[in-house]
């Protein structure tokens, strides 16, 4: 019988909506970058509009959605209707509490969604319900892009 | 003196080395800098006062516990409570972040050997507690070069 990972344990006690079957742990824990870098492919940088951390200099220092938009159309973003898998694409979905941004998902070219959670892990998804709840809302936006090659 | 109303005190003192006290009277809003959607944003001067208002609710559990014991429970408390968080507002206005800073500039040295072992985002509160920035403009939001910067600056003022 296989050991479980203490790490999917814990992220299936902090995500009850999150099938055991439909997710993966990717890393080890890192404070190195959060949920909006990851979401553009940045694993090294934490981008948030507080005064100290990584922030473009032209965008309001905010966490409305809207600012969050903004960031992400200036990462070559553009608003998409869905999440469904668009060959040459790669996907962003942005998570809302409160009128206030708290998390993104970037899709992957099988289809599968990838997290970083706070100052935990990644993750692999299949589905992006499964992190809706009172940490980080709904999803209220999705992003597209072409896909680097 | 009392530990507590000297902790109180100091942080006052830091607060009001820029301003007279009356200018915070005058222009409240001016001290407590807002996000122009109106949620609250942190700078330093926000977190001395955001820390001064966490005194209030600091209970009578540090009895009998060292400055050391304190600093790790909050630490180890505080990590645990943001671990899912990403808004760097949400981490430092964190009810127990807010503990650790209003402990005062002594908690300083304990931070440096936390992230020298174990780097985690305690930029915001070695700003306030010690008034200093070492972090160079590119390496902002980058956890290991702020940290190094941070240690770097331990060493050459005495804290190595």
């Known amino acids: 019988m296989d050991t479980p990972d203490p790490r999917k344990r814990e992220v299936a006690l902090l995500f009850p909506r999150l099938n055991d079957s439909e997710f993966d742990v990717r890393s080890d824990a890192t404070d190195e970058y959060n949920c909006i870098a990851w979401a553009a492919g940045v694993n090294n940088d934490w981008l ?5 951390c990584s922030w473009p200099d032209s965008l309001p220092r905010n966490y409305v959605t809207k600012t969050f938009l903004m960031l992400y159309q200036k990462l070559g973003y553009v608003l998409c209707e869905d999440g469904r898998l668009e060959k040459g694409y790669e996907k962003v979905a942005l998570y809302e509490r409160n009128g206030l941004c708290k ?4 899709q992957l070219p099988n289809g599968l969604w990838t997290s970083k959670l706070g100052k935990l892990f990644d993750i692999e998804h299949q589905r992006l319900d499964g992190l809706i709840g009172k940490d980080y809302g709904v999803i209220v ?3 597209k892009r072409p ?3 | 003196m009392p530990k507590r109303e000297y902790i109180a005190s100091d942080l006052a003192d830091k607060m009001f080395v820029s301003e007279p006290e009356s200018a915070y009277i005058e222009q409240p809003n001016r001290r407590l800098s807002r996000f122009d959607d109106g949620h609250l944003n942190v700078q330093t001067r926000d977190l001395a006062v955001l820390a001064m208002l966490s005194l209030t609710a600091i209970s009578g559990r540090d009895e009998g516990e060292s ?3 304190k600093f790790i429970r909050l630490a180890d408390t505080w990590e645990d409570e943001t671990k899912l968080m990403s808004s760097m507002n949400d981490i430092v206005t964190n009810q127990t972040h807010l503990q650790i800073v209003a402990m005062g500039p002594d908690v300083v040295p304990l931070i440096l050997q936390r992230i020298c072992h174990h780097p985690g985002w305690w930029f915001e509160a070695l ?6 920035d070492p972090v160079p403009e590119n390496a902002r939001g980058k956890l290991l070069e702020m940290t190094a910067a941070w240690l770097k600056w331990g060493e050459e003022n005495g804290y190595s």
């Not at chain 1, 948030?48 to 100290?52: A, N, R, V």
């Open chain 1, 48 to 52: 948030d509009p507080t005064l100290g």
């Open chain 1, 103 to 106: 998390h993104a998902a970037r």
């Open chain 1, 141 to 143: 936006h999705f992003l």
């Open chain 1, 147 to 149: 896909r680097a090659k």
């Open chain 2, 67 to 69: 400055m050391e014991e």
């Open chain 2, 127 to 132: 700003r306030f507690l010690t008034g200093q």
